[in-house]
């Protein structure tokens, strides 16, 4: 009978010991009595010579046996070898796309179950001692194997437990990982050592996975259970809110992977993300291998530039053999470009990152502190390398200031001169056809006069003229028909497109491309460059506007001086040209205060705004050495040009482009005025314009903008608007009377 005990406790039943549940399934019998999860071994019943007692101690102690069945099932289970091969088979599938899962095959089970093997190796060997000390003692009790096995009542039915919650939901991955870590708190001190060691064994698997990922670059989880994945496509449908942006961008991604790795490649999955891994440090993870990914897959075209930099003897050779000489150059080129791969992240930095985590692997508990230490140590070390590469190597400022030339109109000359050179064109709608050609002539013209070759970022920069989508109607000739739409319902722009609601004659499209090579991309994203068309084209706008309103004083100055060297020729017609000139004093007046309103946005956004945001990004750009950082610093740089140039609040965004379409329209009734003079729609403009500027004034001198930091220098524009209190004093009556203008003809 004790032997039959015995091998009932290594998960053996016979006469003696018999399975409930087996029974009852192999006789057809159900039995209710028998949970699910309970233990089914039971000692027979018709074994008659047992006290009830002793059937009750019995029966507890086989229990145990049950527990070691199942725990040895799942463990022979989970690393049965087969399975995994028969996963990777499958492995395409899942990468693929497959929404199949992955069966039972799991490197996280596998490890668990490598854990449970060593705690029922301990069970076995306790069992055989217990063995032995039946056989050498002449009257054997059972208060013996009870005393020997006592303590794996309180580690076996706790582990059987948790396999069976694995099983039932099917958990695996950084999910196992959270189990076992919330099962780890316990008051058991022998049952939380068990689990701590499994724990170790399933974050052995976790570390491996890192090394992979933070040392090499390489995501190594056929099974998907690492909590870094490859992005699919419906990701990408899903998050993109600018399918136009992702197209250009998988355009390009095509041929640099690193590229489409960085920007679309990977994302945390949090089902697999344990809960004591802050999203934090998950992010400090992903950024590191994908900071090696880029760091050891340069570009082609990177890495033959950089070789001819560095070997410039190499292409004096090449010239001069013509690659007739044999085939030493292009080795020599290989062996070049291979070795500034190897530069970007030197071996010797891969061994530290790759230390760390053999020393996380190797501490028998898991410390969350020091990992963060760790993880933040390899995210430093990836981020100062690729800000090496991106700021040093890839003159990342030198193209920060290419933007700002271009983008934000730091070259002034060079636009004042296009502006000059395009406004006989931009008096005609644009042909959808030809438009952008058309504007291609005045934009190089304006380059040869002011840029010349002193500017080597210059041929980066790229006119376009988005289609319009919109029937444009000449600004000549219809503006009555515009002009009912001034007064409201105008959305702010978005990059690259000329809406009906804001184009007064459908010049307002015209957008600045720049060309990226890599791996600036990593840096001027589509985000970026959105936002840097956006401001473009609000600060084209308001140049055009300041400069048509300058244009137009000095055609009617020189038609006065014309008509007072006439006056003095012809006195008979001094009293009508006196009457003319009283009768456009008026206009005057309001021409006065659209260019002193312009001129001073215009210098509040390009002095205060630009200006000094710029300073500040220098600062950061020159006392940063981390990728990331720089990265911020930018973003917050384009945030405050943005919200200081009131772009991100549409109530004031609307009333400044009112007010510039109002100017334009008012400069080209001006100039027509003395061959259709339209005295009414003057008026009109004036009071529109009267309105639109004290709403300007009121809304800006507001206390949640005045007030805010969002504006520093708010105050100052507000100061020299309201210099003489003139703004102050109309602004407490919006709609001003209309000026009297003489109606003598």
């Not at 899962?101 to 190796?121: C, D, M, T």
């Not at 995210?379 to 934000?408: C, E, M, P, S």
Request: hydrophobic share 40%.
């Amino acid at each position: 009978m004790l032997h039959e005990l015995l091998l009932a406790l290594l998960g053996y039943t016979g006469d003696f010991v018999i399975d409930a549940r087996e029974q009852s399934k192999t006789l057809g019998i159900s039995d209710h009595q028998i949970d699910a999860d309970e233990p089914s071994f039971k000692l027979a019943v018709d074994v008659s010579f047992v006290q009830p007692s002793e059937r009750s101690a019995i029966e507890r102690l086989v229990s145990l046996g049950f527990y070691y069945r199942e725990l040895n099932r799942f463990a022979t289970a989970a690393r049965n070898l087969t399975l995994i091969q028969v996963a990777k088979s499958s492995a395409a599938q899942q990468t693929s796309g497959s929404t199949e899962k992955p069966g039972k095959s799991s490197v996280y089970r596998r490890a668990i179950a490598n854990g449970i093997v060593e705690i029922l190796s301990v069970y076995k060997a306790a069992v055989l001692q217990v063995e032995q000390n039946l056989l050498s003692d002449p009257l054997p009790i059972l208060s013996s194997i009870t005393g020997g096995l006592n303590k794996f009542d309180i580690l076996l039915p706790p582990l059987y437990e948790l396999i069976m919650e694995v099983e039932r939901e099917d958990i695996r991955g950084g999910q196992l990982l959270n189990l076992l870590h919330k099962r780890c708190h316990c008051g058991i001190p022998e049952l939380q050592a068990c689990i701590q060691r499994l724990l170790w064994h399933g974050h052995q698997v976790l570390y491996n996975q890192l090394a992979s990922w933070m040392v090499y670059g390489i995501l190594q989880d056929q099974h998907g259970e690492f909590f870094i994945r490859r992005q699919d496509d419906g990701d990408l449908e899903s998050e993109s809110s600018h399918p136009d942006s992702i197209e250009n961008l998988m355009h390009k991604s095509s041929e640099d992977p690193s590229l489409s790795d960085w920007h679309l490649g990977f994302h945390i999955y949090l089902d697999m993300l344990p809960e004591y891994i802050h999203m934090r440090v998950a992010e400090s993870i992903l950024f590191a291998g994908k900071a090696v990914r880029v760091l050891r897959n340069p570009s082609f075209s990177f890495r033959l530039q950089e070789s001819f930099i560095h070997q410039p003897i190499l292409r004096v050779s090449q010239k001069g053999q013509g690659f007739c000489g044999g085939l030493t150059p292009q080795n020599e080129l290989l062996k070049e470009m291979n070795l500034i791969a190897e530069e970007l992240l030197p071996q010797s930095e891969a061994n530290k990152i790759e230390i760390m985590l053999q020393e996380l692997k190797k501490s028998t508990e898991f410390h969350k502190r020091l990992f963060e230490s760790s993880v933040n140590s390899i995210r430093t070390i990836a981020a100062n390398h690729l800000w090496q590469l991106v700021v040093i190597r890839a003159d990342l400022n030198g193209h920060l200031k290419a933007f700002k030339d271009y983008f934000l109109l730091a070259k002034g000359d060079f636009f004042q001169c296009f502006l000059e050179e395009s406004r006989q064109l931009m008096r005609l709608p644009p042909r959808q056809s030809t438009a952008e050609a058309d504007l291609m002539v005045p934009f190089q013209l304006a380059a040869l006069k002011t840029i010349g070759d002193e500017d080597k970022y210059f041929s980066r920069v790229l006119l376009r003229m988005p289609s319009f989508g919109i029937n444009v109607t000449n600004s000549q000739t219809e503006i009555q028909k515009k002009k009912g739409n001034i007064d409201g319902n105008l959305g702010m722009f978005s990059y690259g497109t000329a809406s009906s609601e804001m184009s007064l004659d459908g010049w307002d499209g015209i957008a600045l491309e720049y060309s990226i090579d890599w791996p600036l991309q990593l840096f001027f994203t589509q985000e970026v460059l959105s936002k840097y068309r956006k401001v473009f084209q609000y600060l084209i706008r308001l140049k055009r506007t300041q400069m048509e309103l300058e244009k137009s004083w000095a055609a009617v100055m020189h038609q006065d001086h014309t008509d007072f060297a006439n006056r003095r020729k012809d006195r008979s017609n001094s009293l009508s040209q006196h009457q003319r000139r009283q009768r456009f004093r008026p206009m005057w007046r309001v021409r006065e205060h659209m260019t002193f309103l312009i001129r001073n946005l215009q210098f509040y956004i390009q002095v205060d705004v630009i200006e000094s945001q710029w300073n500040v990004l220098q600062v950061h750009v020159q006392n940063s050495h981390d990728f990331t950082e720089l990265v911020a610093f930018h973003q917050e740089y384009l945030s405050a040009l943005i919200s200081q140039s009131f772009l991100d609040i549409g109530s004031v965004s609307r009333i400044l482009d009112s007010i510039m379409k109002l100017c334009l329209q008012f400069c080209w009734n001006i100039e027509n005025y003395e061959s259709n003079p339209k005295l009414s729609e003057l008026e009109h403009i004036t009071e529109e314009f009267n309105k639109k500027s004290n709403s300007l004034y009121t809304i800006l001198r507001s206390s949640r903008l005045a007030g805010s930091q969002r504006a520093p220098f708010l105050r100052q524009f507000l100061m020299r608007l309201n210099f003489n209190s003139f703004f102050e004093a109309t602004a407490l009556n919006v709609v001003r009377p209309r000026p009297i203008i003489a109606s003598q003809q």
